[in-house]
C-alpha cells in the first residue's frame, strides 16, 4: 500500500507503508542499542565502585590506614565517574562524603568508624542497582553493631582487624 502526499512545491510523492515500517524499526533499534551500551557502562562503573569497596574492606582487615586512604580515594574517583542519574537520589552523595573522609586521614580508628557508614550506603546501593553479577555477603559485627560487604562468605572483620578477625555473621546474601 502507498501514501499519496505533496512535498513543498506540491509535487506527488508516494511513500510505501512497508518503507515506514523499516525506518520506524530501524531508528527504534539504534535508541535500543544506546540504552544497552548505557547500561553495560554504568554496570561496569558499579562493578568498579564495588572492587574499590572491597580494597578499602580489605586494607581495614590487615590494618593498612595508608591503603584504606588511597584505595577511599580511588573510590571517590570512580564514584565522581559515574553519573547521578544512576544512583538512589543522595546516594552517591553520602558515599562521596563517607569515602572522603576515610582517604583524608590515615588514622586506622577513625577510618573504621567512617568505615560503618560506608558500608550501609553501599548495601543500600547494592539493593537497588546490581553491582555485580556475583553474590554480595553483608555481614554484621555485634561488637561494633555495623555491618560490611564482602565477595565472600568467610568472615574478615575490618572493624577490629586481626584483634577479633572472625569476629560477626552474614545477615544477607544478594545475588
Not at 559515574?82 to 543522595?90: K, L, P, Q, T, W
Not at 542497582?129 to 554480595?136: I, N
Request: proline share 2%; hydrophobic share 40%.
Amino acid at each position: 500500500m502507498k501514501l499519496k502526499t505533496q512535498d513543498s512545491t506540491g509535487s506527488s510523492i508516494y511513500i510505501s507503508l512497508k518503507k515506514i515500517l523499516l525506518i520506524t524499526i530501524i531508528l527504534a533499534s539504534v535508541f535500543v542499542q544506546q540504552s544497552i551500551a548505557q547500561d553495560t557502562t554504568s554496570q561496569s562503573q558499579f562493578s568498579q565502585l564495588l572492587r574499590s569497596y572491597y580494597d578499602i574492606k580489605d586494607a581495614l582487615v590487615s590494618g593498612n590506614a595508608g591503603s584504606a586512604s588511597s584505595n577511599a580515594e580511588q573510590f571517590v574517583k570512580t564514584a565522581n565517574g559515574i553519573s547521578y542519574r544512576n544512583f538512589v537520589e543522595g546516594n552517591r552523595d553520602a558515599l562521596l562524603k563517607d569515602a572522603g573522609k576515610i582517604s583524608d586521614t590515615k588514622d586506622l580508628t577513625h577510618q573504621r568508624e567512617h568505615f560503618a557508614n560506608l558500608s550501609a550506603n553501599m548495601f543500600a546501593l547494592a539493593k537497588s542497582v546490581k553491582l555485580t553479577s556475583e553474590p554480595v555477603y553483608q555481614v554484621y559485627c555485634p561488637m561494633k553493631k555495623a555491618v560490611w560487604l564482602s565477595k565472600e562468605s568467610a568472615i574478615k572483620n575490618p572493624y577490629f582487624g586481626s584483634a577479633m578477625l572472625t569476629c560477626g555473621s552474614i545477615k544477607d546474601t544478594l545475588k
